[in-house]
Structures are given as structure tokens and as C-alpha cells.
């Protein structure tokens, strides 16, 4: 398996996301995603907005282009510029469901239309191979697949299973709705 193989989904969509939805990267949790998405952010010419606790992660970002925001996600999104909208996005820092749901709120009211937030480790613990390491954040999956304002994905791959699911912003013209 390649180093980056868990994002195979993140790299074969973002083209098309951002070819599609205009607005910035925004990613919580640098990691091994980071990369990706700074080549997406140098490609498409966008604004990469990243959020950690970790200081040498953060350092690492913002020398590579990132705008980094360094601390807890409820005290950082605080300072997230409020007029900007989010094109395409990874959720994958802390995963208690009081934290990311905020996350997840947060972000979805400055998501494009057509935009996409990924949320990773997903799936409920009793399909994980290590069942500590993923937290509750598959109760905000099940809260989010209620919506009817958003389109939901899981595919059942990436962190041993853990999952990832794809949040797509849609448009709520009913003009602009596919006719054939």
C-alpha cells in the first residue's frame, strides 16, 4: 500500500470539486492529507486554511503555504474569517462528537453549493479494528444523514476501516435541478 492510499478518494475527487465550486481548502488535523491538499491549493490557486494543536505540524504547514491556525477548533474557528467561502474541506482532528459537530456546523454554513466536506473515521466503533481510536464522531454521521439540506456519502475505507463520509453542500434552487 502507498503512503497516501487511505486519500484515494480525497485525490480523485478534488480535481473535479474544485474544476466545479469555487471557494478555499480548509483542513482540520495536518497529517498525511496535508500534502494533498497543498497540491490541490497550488493547482487550483486557492487559499489553504489548516487547524491543529500540534506546533511543529503548524509550523511545517505554514512553511509549505498553509494559513494555520494553531489550537482547539472551538477557539480557532473563532478567528476563521467569517465572509469566506469553503469550496472543499477534511474534518479529522479531534474526535469527540461535542467538537466536531461544531466543526462540522461551522463549516457547512460557508460551504459552496456543490462544495464538499470530507469527515473521516466515520463508522461506529464496533467496526473498527482498534475501537479506541476513533472517538463518537460516527454519531455526527448519523445526525447529518437525518438533513435533507445535504447529500451524505460513507465509503468504508481509510484508518483501518474507520471510514469516510463525503458531506456535499446542494443547491436548493429548484430551477438549477437536473432536468431530462
Known amino acids: 500500500?502507498?503512503?497516501?492510499q487511505d486519500w484515494t478518494i480525497i485525490k480523485r475527487l478534488g480535481d473535479v470539486i474544485l474544476k466545479n465550486v469555487d471557494g478555499c481548502i480548509i483542513e482540520i488535523g495536518i497529517g498525511?492529507?496535508?500534502?494533498?491538499?497543498l497540491d490541490f491549493a497550488t493547482e487550483f490557486k486557492?487559499?489553504?486554511?489548516?487547524?491543529?494543536?500540534m506546533k511543529k505540524k503548524c509550523i511545517w504547514a505554514k512553511e509549505h503555504g498553509c494559513k494555520v491556525f494553531r489550537g482547539n477548533?472551538?477557539?480557532?474557528?473563532?478567528?476563521?474569517?467569517?465572509?469566506?467561502?469553503?469550496a472543499m474541506g477534511l474534518i479529522d482532528g479531534e474526535h469527540s462528537y461535542e467538537v466536531v459537530i461544531q466543526e462540522v456546523?461551522?463549516?457547512?454554513?460557508r460551504l459552496s453549493t456543490g462544495g464538499i466536506l470530507f469527515l473521516?473515521?466515520?463508522?461506529p466503533p464496533d467496526n473498527w479494528v482498534n475501537k479506541d481510536r476513533c472517538g463518537?464522531?460516527?454519531r455526527v454521521r448519523r445526525e447529518l444523514e437525518t438533513r435533507e439540506d445535504i447529500q451524505i456519502f460513507t465509503w468504508p475505507y481509510t484508518a483501518i476501516s474507520c471510514g469516510?463520509?463525503?458531506?456535499m453542500n446542494i443547491d436548493k434552487n429548484p430551477s438549477n435541478e437536473f432536468r431530462r
Open 46 to 53: 486557492r487559499d489553504h486554511y489548516c487547524f491543529d494543536i
Open 105 to 109: 456546523n461551522f463549516f457547512l454554513e
Open 164 to 167: 469516510l463520509t463525503m458531506i
Open 120 to 123: 473521516h473515521d466515520t463508522y
Open 136 to 138: 463518537d464522531v460516527y
Open 32 to 37: 498525511r492529507s496535508t500534502p494533498i491538499f
Open 1 to 4: 500500500m502507498g503512503r497516501h
Open 73 to 86: 477548533s472551538p477557539e480557532t474557528l473563532k478567528q476563521f474569517p467569517l465572509d469566506i467561502s469553503v
